[in-house]
């Protein structure tokens, strides 16, 4: 008799317990948001009378780290053209990186950081095939330089390779009405678990501007 009260005692305190409350949106960025950064890429310009080389800002994307080695993941269009590259931390550590792997047909290209910081966190790569349109999701990102800014919103289609741009057959894309900007190219896409299941390529636009057409690369094409 002793061993069933206890037995039902128990059963009546995992009832009133409820159910486990799924983390917010909020909760996920902030566990997420070191494992982005900031990059800056630069091309060395022949000058015109010296013939000296002068270093000019080429570029600005986002990136996110995906292992503790100092590997960094990002869209090949942010850096394939490039002659120098630094990644900016949450925390401000700047490190020098270089390509080790680069594949434009997919818009995605792997960074090694010349000098990764101390207790660098890292972010997990998710199934993107598990991925559903109507999914809530959200970016990460430097929009004009802005860094770790956060827009949310929703799969709204998926694309297989070659249905959206020829120029990149390797790359099947999530659509989102999440928001993209310049310096968004790159960045990760998020699941609601805080794991990556996509990196921003490119918006059309009419205006210049985001208008709802994102699309990214699946994390599944990397």
Known sequence: MVRVVAWLTLLVA??????????????VFRRVNAT?????TWERDIGQQSGAFTPTVAGLGSGVVIDSRGHVL?????????????????????????VIGSEPEAD?????????????????????DAVEVGDQAFIVGAP?????????????????PNTVYSGMSLAEFLQTDAAINHGNSGGP???LRGEIVGIVS????K????????FVVTSNSS
Do not use: C, N, W
């Open 74 to 98: 990002t869209a090949a269009h942010v850096v394939q053209t490039v002659d120098e590259i630094t990644v900016e931390f949450l925390d401000g550590h700047v490190s020098p990186a270089r």
């Open 207 to 214: 205006s210049g501007g985001f208008e709802g057409l994102g």
């Open 14 to 27: 995992a009832a009133g317990a409820g159910p486990v409350e799924a983390e917010t949106v909020g909760q």
């Open 36 to 40: 982005v950064v900031v990059i800056r």
């Open 202 to 205: 490119h918006i059309i636009s």
């Open 108 to 128: 995605l290209a792997l960074l090694e950081l010349e000098t990764p910081p101390f207790g660098m966190q890292v972010a997990g790569l998710g199934d993107s």
């Open 144 to 160: 004009y330089g802005i860094g770790h800014t956060l827009t949310v919103g929703h799969i709204s289609a998926r694309h297989k």
């Open 189 to 191: 896409m998020f699941s």
